[in-house]
């Protein structure tokens, strides 16, 4: 299994481009989550989704679309790339609520993000 | 609502010496807590969780945490450091409550440091 895999590693954009961040899960997990990581801010969640077709507003949503249109695939997209999201962006999955099982999450290796 | 502070944004201690990094928490609820450990340039790595069973938990190379509720800490502890430990890590509790339920909140990071 290869987990929570992220595409692309690292990108460049300028200000006011668009791009759409690839999350992908194979341990068939109901929860996914896309968090933003800053220097001293540790991470912030910014939309997570609890099944397929539904997303919500996590603490830092302004700037930020998100779909999950299949099971296994979470797509965060910046639709006019700003400065102030430069960062490093995880995507994390967790298992259907279960007890408290849904509180371990799996993260992926994260995408490099600069807004020039 | 629930959060967490980490105490100290840096910590550093020479190999074979103890490790302690300090976590205060604020919940209404019995919180579940983890610490989550992420060396430079990866992703984040569970490190050892609590969710109401045993007090003192025990997790992976040799880390262990101790919930104690009178004190509202989760302080994360090792007896000797190695080198391999340097890393930045980060203690999360779990959201309570509402559409949140089950989501993850994180603390800002301590540095950990490992002199030779």
């Known amino acids: 299994n290869a987990g929570v895999t992220q595409t692309p590693k690292f990108r460049v954009l300028k200000t006011g481009q668009s791009m759409t961040l690839l999350c992908a899960q194979d341990m068939n997990h109901e929860y996914m989550y896309w968090y933003r990581q800053d220097p001293g801010m540790g991470l912030r969640l910014i939309h997570y989704?609890?099944?397929?077709?539904?997303?919500a507003k996590g603490e830092v949503p302004d700037g930020y679309n998100v779909s999950r249109l299949k099971k296994q695939n979470f797509l965060l997209g910046l639709e006019s790339a700003a400065p102030s999201q430069t960062s490093v962006y995880f995507c994390?999955?967790?298992?259907?609520?279960?007890?408290?099982?849904?509180?371990?999450?799996?993260f992926g290796p994260g995408t490099r993000l600069l807004v020039l | 609502a629930q959060s967490v502070t980490q105490l100290d944004s840096h910590v550093s201690v020479s190999e074979g010496t103890p490790v302690l990094l300090r976590c205060n928490y604020s919940s209404s609820y019995s919180p579940s807590l983890f610490w989550y450990v992420q060396h430079p340039n990866k992703g984040l790595q569970l490190l050892l969780k609590?969710?109401?069973?045993?007090?003192l938990v025990k997790g992976i190379n040799g880390f262990e945490a101790e919930f104690k509720k009178s004190e509202t800490s989760f302080h994360l502890t090792k007896p000797s450091a190695h080198m391999s430990d340097a890393a930045e890590y980060f203690c999360?509790?779990?959201?309570?409550?509402?559409?949140?339920?089950?989501?993850?909140?994180f603390g800002k990071g301590t540095k950990l440091s490992v002199k030779p």
């Open positions: 609590y969710t109401s069973a045993a007090t």
């Open positions: 994390a999955s967790s298992p259907r609520d279960s007890g408290r099982a849904r509180e371990t999450q799996y």
């Open positions: 999360v509790v779990s959201a309570r409550g509402g559409g949140s339920q089950g989501n993850l909140i």
């Open positions: 989704s609890v099944g397929e077709g539904t997303t």
